[in-house]
């Protein structure tokens, strides 16, 4: 835990006690502040209030007060309206922050120097995130990895000299976090996304521009207007600003060309690492990824050999295009994760052969946008609710067979993957959530794991789930 002893002795309102809000909650008290904490469920304040944290009806307490109001992320700032705790708080001029940027407070007051990487974008903010974290403790870095991946920032241990933070971070979160100061902080892309919570796109991308221009080393996708406006104008500001491309040669900063990744200077380019073989690392969002994950570890000190070597041995994340076993020809790819169309298409364009297990509860669109990448799809087995609909879309595109489980299926795109001859794939990117048949993604990935572990001479790449499927 990191005790947040910015606010030691002042009096501090809090909403949301779920997860990271009970967690911050915690983070407060342990550091001397006088919290009172409050939440819609009244199951979360009895629970914050059994591991002694203050609690009270925030509509009937005195915020003259307080200090400061910390906001649990997943509480409307904004749009489409803002909470009822927020209107209060404004009311009594009282700042409105989240976790991080408690974070970001404790990491100036105890340890300025120790690096810091952030990391926001669209896409591929977590296996970006996943992959720093893996370079830096592979080069022997004491790392903490967590935000809005795995753990709750104020969970990890406290900021020390030599001890590199990596923190994933929501919009909600950059939000929350006015004064966030990255060593290196990475915009990777903007495309429309959480417009519910932002409002407007523009609004979207002025809050995921806040990471970037407090940064020491801005690292900006160019790939989108959005982004390649916000690089210049920060970098007009003074703010030094590393440019990465997986489309299109730069003449300074790192860009992608097929699987390499290419350092400018100046107009000329040098090769810095080549991506092929790396079975986690496939795809050209997965070049964006490790150009940015290479440029801000570089900005911190790691050196080029290093982060060659952690690229190389990079695991992937789980149920994001992760291989998770091989027999002869065949690679088995868990891509669970991959719970609608867009989802899916990364997997489907990073393989030339693939026998594709695909369905589960329909999303709105289906799957008729991926209809560019069905010549890659040897064979298509579908499962869950869907099946019917991918049928009609599939039509005589694809061949398919409606195989209605996931096991069942598994076992029958094995058979025909073998008989193959060529190298090919088969994958679990289902386009699809999961709650028809699984709890889960995860859940459906494990059981996807399990099933492969079963089959007759595969060599596995992860650790089977234990307990059978």
């Known amino acids: 835990m990191i005790p947040v002893t910015t606010f030691k002795g002042r009096r501090l309102a809090l909403f949301g006690l779920g997860g990271s809000g009970l967690a911050t909650a ?25 591991q002694g944290i203050g609690t009270a009806d925030l509509r009937s307490v005195d915020w003259n007060g307080f200090a400061a109001f910390v906001l649990s992320p997943g509480v409307p700032l904004t749009h489409p309206k803002p909470h009822w705790t927020v209107g209060l708080a404004k009311a009594a001029g009282v700042e409105i922050i989240g976790d991080v940027e408690l974070f970001v407070r ?7 120097d120790c ?7 669209t896409n591929g903010k977590s296996t970006t995130t996943a992959l720093i974290a893996h370079i830096l403790s592979a080069a022997g870095r004491d790392t903490q990895l967590g935000g809005n991946i795995g753990r709750a920032v104020l969970t990890l241990d406290p900021p020390k000299p030599g ?25 990777l892309n903007l495309t429309p996304d959480h417009l519910d919570r932002h409002g407007t796109m523009q609004h979207y991308a002025d ?17 989108d207007s959005y982004c390649e406006r916000i690089a ?25 060309e097929r699987q390499r990744i290419m350092e400018a200077h100046g107009g000329t380019a040098t090769l810095l690492c080549d991506l092929d073989g790396i079975q986690t690392l496939r795809g050209s969002h997965n070049a964006q990824n490790a150009a940015a994950a290479i440029a801000a570890c570089l900005a911190v000190g790691v050196s080029a050999d290093e982060v060659r070597a952690g690229l190389k041995s990079f695991a992937g994340l789980k149920h994001r295009m992760q291989p998770v076993g091989r027999r002869r020809n065949v690679v088995f790819v868990n891509d669970s994760k991959a719970t609608n169309a867009d989802a899916a298409a990364p997997a489907l364009s990073s393989y030339d052969r693939i026998y594709w297990i695909a369905g589960g509860l329909p999303k709105e669109g289906g799957i008729t946008t991926l209809a560019p990448l069905f010549p890659r799809i040897a064979k298509a087995y579908l499962i869950g609710e869907a099946a019917s609909a991918f049928a009609a879309t599939l039509g005589d ?42 709890k889960n993604f995860e859940v459906r990935g494990e059981a ?22």
């Open 207 to 223: 809050v995921k521009e806040r990471l970037v221009a407090g940064s020491a080393t801005a690292v900006v996708g160019v790939d």
């Open 26 to 50: 915690q983070a407060l008290v342990a550091g001397g502040a006088d919290v009172v904490a409050c939440d819609d469920n009244p199951d979360s304040v009895a629970k914050a209030a059994a």
């Open 232 to 256: 210049d104008r920060i970098e007009r500001s003074g703010t030094k600003v590393v440019r990465i491309s997986k489309r299109q040669p730069l003449a300074d900063g790192f860009y992608a």
């Open 115 to 121: 690096p810091f990487i952030a990391i926001t974008g």
């Open 448 to 469: 996807f794991v399990g099933h492969v572990a079963a089959l007759d001479g595969v060599t596995m790449l992860v650790e089977a789930p234990q307990g059978g499927t």
């Open 397 to 438: 595109a694809v061949p398919f067979e409606i195989s209605g489980t996931l096991e069942r299926a598994l076992v029958h795109a094995a058979a025909d993957a073998a008989e193959d001859g060529r190298d090919v794939a088969v994958m679990l990117s289902p386009a699809c959530a999961s709650f028809d048949q699984y």
């Open 163 to 187: 001890r590199f933070f990596v923190v994933e971070c929501s919009s909600y979160q950059i939000d929350l976090a006015p004064t966030i100061d990255p060593s290196a902080g990475i915009l």
């Open 106 to 112: 404790e990491r100036r007051a105890h340890a300025p």
